[in-house]
């Protein structure tokens, strides 16, 4: 079935250091990618997403391009701040399903330190 | 901004108990869906549904959950005879169901503790 391999964590970082969370996919169709990410004792947020080969989502300063010759998704940002400790979660969902399940990585939890 | 919201957000029951984990998909969505995380581990899909029926539902998802849409606002899951393996953090989320990329927005979570 289809899944979804992050990169071990925790991930210790400095304040303006640059980041880079590793993801890659195993479909058997051509889904759709996300990132989400989960805030100390909160729920899970809609970080990006991609929807078809060369796409590039970004918000907040993170960026993940979608490689389909590599089926990868990796998540990246220029200069990380304290704020942005979190656990980062890369999905996948079939894109032309409706109503189909996220597939979601273990989740790989980032640490920023001033 | 419209939001999912879960009630409660923290549920301690005893083992053999019935509990029910009620959300409120945002207003406008057509899917909504379970998950769960057991603490430390990945979020696992429970189920999906449409239309007033089950969508998809994944093998963790057995006779024991149950979900239903008892009005026009709230969506339930219900797990009838607790166990102890069933700690873990529930979340809703929900979708448009009509843009390509079918995004799911999630509530915050109810952890739900089996003691």
């Known amino acids: 079935g289809d899944s979804v391999t992050q990169m071990e964590g925790p991930v210790t970082l400095s304040e303006e250091a640059f980041l880079t969370i590793n993801c890659t996919y195993t479909?058997?169709?051509?889904?759709?990618l996300f990132w989400y990410v989960q805030y100390p004792g909160e729920g899970l947020q809609l970080l990006l997403k991609a929807t078809k080969a060369d796409d590039k989502g970004s918000n907040k300063g993170f960026e993940a391009t979608y490689r389909k010759e590599t089926t990868s998704f990796h998540l990246e940002k220029g200069s990380v701040q304290v704020s942005d400790s979190a656990v980062y979660f890369c999905a996948l969902s079939d894109r032309k399903k409706a109503g189909t399940a996220l597939i979601f990585g273990k989740g790989t939890t980032l640490s920023v330190s001033s | 901004e419209p939001e999912v919201t879960q009630t409660p957000s923290h549920q301690v029951t005893q083992m053999g108990q019935e509990v029910i984990l009620r959300c409120v998909p945002i207003s406008n969505h057509l899917y909504f869906y379970w998950y769960r995380q057991i603490l430390g581990q990945k979020v696992e899909f429970l189920v999906s549904?449409?239309?007033?029926?089950?969508?998809?539902k994944s093998e963790i998802f057995d006779d024991q959950f149950s979900v239903e849409r008892p009005d026009g606002s709230n969506f339930t899951l219900k797990i009838r005879s607790t166990k102890l393996e069933d700690s873990a953090m529930y979340f809703c989320?929900?979708?448009?169901?009509?843009?390509?990329?079918?995004?799911?927005?999630f509530g915050p979570g109810t952890r739900l503790t089996v003691t």
């Open positions: 479909a058997t169709g051509y889904p759709s």
């Open positions: 549904f449409y239309n007033n029926e089950i969508s998809e």
């Open positions: 989320a929900s979708s448009e169901g009509v843009r390509v990329a079918y995004e799911q927005y």
